[in-house]
């Protein structure tokens, strides 16, 4: 006894799937979005509240400002020395960039018309 086969039923379950797939992929990409490793993820944090601290009038600082900032913003956290001794090759710029991608997102989030 052979089954019929039910196109409704495996249109539907392959949307199913579709739909797990897809919001599987999205929660990793936005999750890597701001950084891969705790360290950057953590920068990226501290950058965040940085950034949105930053005083109404002001304009986004340049690349060295940003590192002088971060430096300081570190050293509050008392995440400076750990972030010295980053795990992996590259990590403290690593950090850098994701504390700058996060104090941009910070300063544009309370600051949208610059």
Do not use: D
Not at 69 to 74: I, L, R, V
Not at 80 to 101: D, I, Y
Request: glycine share 10%; hydrophobic share 35%.
């Amino acid at each position: 006894m052979t089954r019929q086969f039910k196109p409704v039923r495996f249109f539907v379950l392959m949307g199913v799937a579709a739909f797990i797939v897809c919001g599987v992929a999205v929660f990793y990409s936005h999750r890597t979005a701001h950084g891969t490793t705790v360290e950057e993820r953590a920068a990226y944090e501290i950058g965040e509240k940085a950034g949105e601290e930053a005083p109404s009038g002001a304009t986004l600082p340049t690349e060295a400002e940003l590192n002088m900032t971060a430096q300081k913003c570190f050293e509050q956290q008392g995440s400076g020395e750990q972030l010295q001794n980053p795990s992996r090759p590259g990590g403290l710029e690593a950090c850098k960039r994701a504390f700058e991608k996060g104090y941009t997102a910070g300063f544009k989030r309370t600051h949208p018309q610059q």
